[in-house]
Nanobody, 124 residues
């Protein structure tokens, strides 16, 4: 089992920045995992935001956030981050951390593990 705990959400004005954190724990967590971020806005489906391979730091982004968001990880802390810059009102959503061995399964929204979510609100 893997547990994921997000933090760092909040209210920010358009153009501002926030950094989300997701701490992973559990005896089965390892460098074979891929981790990612998803978001779900009110009335919309959950969508992929970004992912990272724990082992080699390869990263993947949705087109809507490319150039504004950066995903990274700290292996010593078993934590993945999502640095969000130049935030827009349309970035408002609940952001979820996710983890899976399989990158395709992660990116298509069917990972084995989810965090509880953290709210990000961007005011105009």
């Amino acid at each position: 089992q893997v547990q994921l705990v997000e933090s760092g959400g909040g209210l920010v004005q358009a153009g501002g920045s926030l950094r989300l954190s997701c701490a992973a724990s559990g005896r089965t967590f390892s460098s074979s995992y891929k981790m990612g971020w998803f978001r779900q806005a009110p009335g919309k489906e959950r969508e992929f935001v970004a992912a990272i391979r724990w082992a080699n730091r390869n990263t993947y982004y949705a087109n809507s956030v490319k150039g504004r968001f950066t995903i990274s990880r700290d292996t010593a802390k078993n934590t993945v981050y999502l640095q969000m810059n130049s935030l827009k009102p349309e970035d408002t959503a609940v952001y979820y951390c996710a983890a899976d061995f399989d990158l395709d399964r992660l990116r298509t929204g069917a990972p084995d593990y989810w965090g509880q979510g953290t709210q990000v609100t961007v005011s105009s």
